[in-house]
């Protein structure tokens, strides 16, 4: 690859894939841009129903629940020209998004997460094995 990017072109070779035309409208903010609506969810199920190259069936993975808190980073602090702090939000967008998050399940024992090849499956935590965490609403008075 060229160091100079004027002269990187055809470096690569030509383009195998579609050439771009244009942003479309979800693309940039309009019509359809953040909807995930039932045919996104079927076709991207969570969690996923088969993984390429998992060298085995999905039901053979580590399962986690998702009953974990929310991460929510925390956000910058400013402050305008005359020092005052400004309102910067919370660090969280969507106050509707209130999906628990994916969290290790109580026993069991995962491979590391930065380096499993050739890690063992382990036991009593695949989808083979474990139930869905189900959150119910606290008892009534």
Known sequence: ?????????GACGPSTGPIFEKFEPWMTGGAG????GAAQTAQYPYPPTTLENAGGPVVQLPLYTSTGTIATLPVPTYTNSAGKPVASGNGWYNANDNQLAPTAIPGCVYPNGWDANNATIPTGCTSGDV???????????
Do not use: Y
């Not at 841009?33 to 995930?36: F, S, T, V």
């Not at 139930?131 to 008075?141: E, G």
């Open 33 to 36: 841009a953040g909807d995930i």
């Open 1 to 9: 690859m060229p160091t100079d990017p004027r002269k990187a072109i």
């Open 131 to 141: 139930l869905p965490a189900t959150i119910t609403p606290p008892p009534t008075r």
